[in-house]
């Protein structure tokens, strides 16, 4: 939904509320079918970001120098500040160098998936239909689950996840039931939610700017039109740090997980 989209303009007879942005601006028609299923925006968009992290990373070290050029040190910067920075820190270099890969890969595969919310045409940050976040969530929760019961075994895996320890005395049978409820459903619905809230909301706010500016754009209401575009652009400029900071959190979350299901139980 783009503010072009519509012919109403404020003293024109019609209301704000008639083009105002809703849980329409997400709801998308198929642009084309393969076998039955259905391909709408916001999943061309989620291949394109595939296709973008692939293609880059391919281009940046495809042929790699001694002597970096300008691709290869730009892609050696980014996969060594996940690494470095989120999963060393995190995990250990030891621990951590076998995950470095998959947190490179979903860092930017996020990172790109947000940023076509500023991009013209495209215009819409894909996890902000919820499946995605999820999908992207379930990926991390199976890995946790997996790591953890590889590591302690089936008894001290549950130990694990459900926290125990027995100096807590009477109260552990509490702690263990709300650590079982927090690790095994609460944890993978947050790490999903977190990204799909921010993402919805940072849409949501640049169409109402966006379409305001459009919708005010007639009269004396040019003046209130400058002021809802000056908010559009420093919203725009906002947004480009939450998406990438939303990138950041997903992946420092998951090593945490991570991090938490190598730990000895007590």
């Not at 919310?117 to 819409?124: C, D, K, N, Y």
């Not at 944890?187 to 919708?215: C, D, E, S």
């Amino acid at each position: 939904m783009l503010a072009f989209e519509t012919d109403c303009h404020l003293f024109d007879g019609c209301g704000f509320t008639e083009v105002s942005p809703g849980l329409h601006s997400f709801v998308f028609k198929p642009l084309f079918h393969v076998g039955g299923v259905e391909f709408n925006k916001p999943m061309m968009l989620a291949l394109l970001s595939t296709i973008v992290v692939i293609g880059f990373f391919w281009a940046a070290f495809n042929k790699p120098k001694l002597i970096p050029g300008k691709l290869q040190m730009v892609g050696e910067a980014g996969y060594d500040f996940v690494r470095r920075g989120v999963v060393y820190e995190t995990l250990g270099k030891r621990e951590g160098e076998k995950y470095v890969p998959l947190m490179v890969s979903l860092f930017f595969f996020i990172w790109i998936m947000n940023i076509w919310a500023i991009i013209p045409l495209a215009q819409f940050p894909v996890p902000s239909v919820i499946g995605f976040p999820v999908a992207l969530a379930l990926i991390v929760y199976v890995l946790w689950v997996s790591v953890t019961f590889k590591r302690h075994g089936f008894v001290g895996g549950w130990k694990n996840i459900a926290g125990y320890d027995k100096s807590l005395g009477p109260v552990l049978p509490v702690v263990m039931f709300i650590e079982v409820l927090s690790n095994l459903l609460i944890r993978p619905f947050t790490h999903a939610v977190r990204l799909f809230a921010n993402m919805f909301a940072g849409h949501v706010l640049l169409l109402i700017f966006t379409i305001a500016t459009w919708y005010m754009l007639n009269g004396i209401g040019i003046a209130y039109a400058g002021v809802s575009f000056v908010m559009t652009i420093l919203l725009t400029a906002f947004e480009l740090f939450i998406q990438a900071l939303q990138a950041y959190v997903f992946i420092l979350l998951a090593c945490n997980y991570i991090q938490g299901a190598l730990a000895e139980h007590h």
